[in-house]
């Protein structure tokens, strides 16, 4: 699992930012679903064909991030799953669309199961009896499925440009297929395709997550925006670190859980106009110490610190 992946999914196992993004997708920002509503479900997707014979070979994948939502303590109304990318997928619609339908498949089997349990543990003549096909099948005509809703959360400030739908990767046929094919939409979060003000919708550090990600790129938008939002100047740590990680933006962490990405962004732009600075001087062939005392000048360091940062970029 690369270091990307690792960062993004400890995020969104937590119950907040799950439960917000979300509410945000469905809700427009609502809080309808509760944190304290979630309960954690094992990643692992395996689906067997079912029907009798052990010719079926097991399927087995791995999602990010799977969640129950429960109405109470013991009972659930639907499944949801986030999956992170960092990447364009450009068969997105086929890779959510399988998962999704393996855990129905899991939801059928496990039905079976039960079915199967009940049964021989019984005695009551009074129990239900299935018909022939509710036997064979092992879902039962009153058995219903929980729905699964899966979100795919693009962590780039790129324009998602793939496919959100398998109709779009279908090649061209006739209006008389392609009124029967199947079809599968995919769940989006995308900044770089989101307005401002459909991100500001989020309640958790996603929304700051997000932002900061939409204008890592143009570093006058990015500090007005991390200026104007006071949730930057103590934005909790592991947001930050999925800032860092998804950007690339080598921000130096205090100890503490909350970190002041504003006073970390200006640090940012200071170290690359020094940077920049010392690339010039070499340019010119300034002396090693007279960069130095220069530097030192220019950004108004003690010597000792501007040496240290000179030589970093001393090649």
Not at 78 to 88: K, L, Y
Not at 92 to 110: I, R
Not at 209 to 231: R, W
Not at 232 to 242: D, I, M, S, Y
Request: negative net charge; contains cysteine; hydrophobic residues 35%.
């Amino acid at each position: 699992m690369g270091k990307i992946d690792a960062v993004t999914k400890e995020y969104m196992r937590d119950p907040i930012v799950f439960a917000d993004c979300f509410n945000k997708f469905l809700y427009h920002g609502k809080r309808v679903i509760k944190p304290e509503q979630l309960q954690e479900l094992d990643t692992t997707e395996i689906a067997v064909p079912y029907g009798n014979g052990d010719a079926g070979v097991p399927e087995q994948k791995y999602r990010d991030v799977l969640k129950t939502v429960m109405t109470d303590g013991n009972t659930a109304y639907c499944i949801m799953g986030i999956e992170n990318a960092s990447d364009i997928h450009y068969a997105l619609p086929v890779k959510n669309g399988l998962y999704d339908f393996m855990q129905l498949a899991h939801q059928v089997s496990e039905t079976a199961k039960s079915h199967s349990r009940a049964r021989k543990g019984r005695t009551d003549a009074r129990a239900y009896k299935p018909s022939q096909d509710e036997y064979l099948s092992g879902f039962y005509k009153t058995d219903k499925l929980l729905p699964v809703v899966t979100l795919t959360v693009f962590y780039s400030a790129e324009k998602w440009d793939g496919p959100l739908t398998l109709r779009e990767m279908y090649s061209a046929a006739d209006d008389a297929v392609m009124q029967y094919v199947p079809d599968y939409k995919v769940n989006l979060i995308a900044p770089g395709n989101m307005p401002e003000e459909e991100i500001e919708e989020f309640q958790s550090s996603l929304k700051e997550v997000l932002l900061y990600i939409k204008y890592s790129k143009d570093s006058e938008k990015l500090l007005e925006v991390v200026q104007k939002d006071n949730n930057f100047r103590n934005l909790e740590r592991q947001a930050a670190e999925v800032i860092s990680m998804i950007t690339n933006s080598k921000i130096k962490f205090q100890e503490g859980k909350e970190v002041n990405m504003c006073q970390a962004l200006e640090e940012i732009e200071i170290k690359g106009k020094i940077e920049g600075s010392v690339e010039t001087y070499r340019e010119f062939n300034l002396p090693l110490q007279d960069t130095i005392q220069r530097i030192a000048e220019k950004f108004n360091l003690s010597l000792q610190k501007s040496e240290e940062e000179v030589r970093k970029y001393w090649k």
